[in-house]
């Protein structure tokens, strides 16, 4: 019988050192970057050294060359123990690295990629700004021809890993632009890096509800110069390469909710087996068994839907939108209620952070955001299925 989550040998042996870098590694410091709202740089380079960063990047520059499965694993795995950390790793492994893998000429990867899959770098993706999110084709950061440079102007709102910590930016992003006078869906995508000229960390977001071990950052762009050979792609084509990157980001997010709530399940099924309650175990309570019965079954479903997506889809494909949407339509509400489960079986015990499940459930509501509101995947899969008379 084919396993859906782990279909060929190399994905199993993947899911087994991830597994085992998150119980050793990662668990012990998420409560404590959680606390302090810090990104955890010696954990980001530990995960280069194991080859995590650059799962789906190109072997030419270091990367293990594995699939949308792989991506799906790692993301699962780092989730069930740190989903905040695991949104920094989405941030540089998927809306960077994978990005550029697919998107970027030779001489670009070869300049960026080595660094950023050892983990030498931290690095992220600029599509969002302070007055457009869900219309993202409402983006104002301008870019303009100067002899062998571009002069970006504007500035990028809520940027993972914009920041390392409260001063410092991150090393090297992909920023989406349009050239001066451009139409709206005529995007142009560059490479900035930390040292660029006009390029500065604007702020660090800090009191966010979920998600506190990733950095959160408003990034300027003033007058800011750029090599021409840092454009990615030709001029006011960048739409496609968003579009590529959004499908593969989506069936991340939707893995990380998938992480979550296997999680909650873990600890909620724990928790009700060993408890008493008026001289019983609280699993013998039927309205706890609901929870736990229905909050599996919610997590088996969600987890079935994202293998069975990321399973069909290419790394640099597009076209998949009504589906990597839906995954995460469906995942990132199951996992955040499936973490409220959790909270509600352990009472008080719940309730605080010795138990994991608040954590979770904070960095669960901010899948209903990120990456698509679910708003926008309502709107995409109704416009998507309106084609559709018949369905597979
Ligand atoms: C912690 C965090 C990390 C992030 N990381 C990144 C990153 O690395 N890179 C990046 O580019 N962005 C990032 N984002 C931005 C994220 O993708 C946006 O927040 C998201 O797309 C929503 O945009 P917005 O916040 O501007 O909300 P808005 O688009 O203003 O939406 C506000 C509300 O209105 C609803 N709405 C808007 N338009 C419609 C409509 N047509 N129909 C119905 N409802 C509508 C929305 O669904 C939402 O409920 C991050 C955000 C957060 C909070």
Redesign the pocket.
Known sequence: MVDLYNPTPEHRQLREMVRAFAEKEVEAQALEHDRTETFNVALHRMAGELGLLGVTAGEDVGGAGMDAVASCIVHEELSAVDPGFC?AYL?HSL?FVNNLNVNGTDAQRQKYLPDAVNGRTVC?????EPG?????LGLRTTARRDGESYVLNGA???????AISKTELGDAFLVYARMEGAGRSELTMFVVEKGMPGFSLGQK?ED?LG?RA?T?AELVFENCVVPADSRVGEENTAMLCMMRNLEIERVGLAAMSVGIARRSVEVMNGYARDRTSFGEPLNRFGQIQRHIAEGYAEYMAGRAYTYAVAGAIGLGESGNRLDTDGVKLFCSTMGKNVADRAIQVLGGYGYVGEYTVERLWRDAK?LE????????H??NMTRDLSRRDKLL
């Open positions: 949104l941030a809306l992220g993706m600029c599509m969002s457009a999110g869900t219309d993202v990028k709102m809520w940027i993972t890993n914009g977001i966010k998600m990733s959160t901010l955001i990120g990456g698509g509101t679910l708003e926008a309502q709107k």
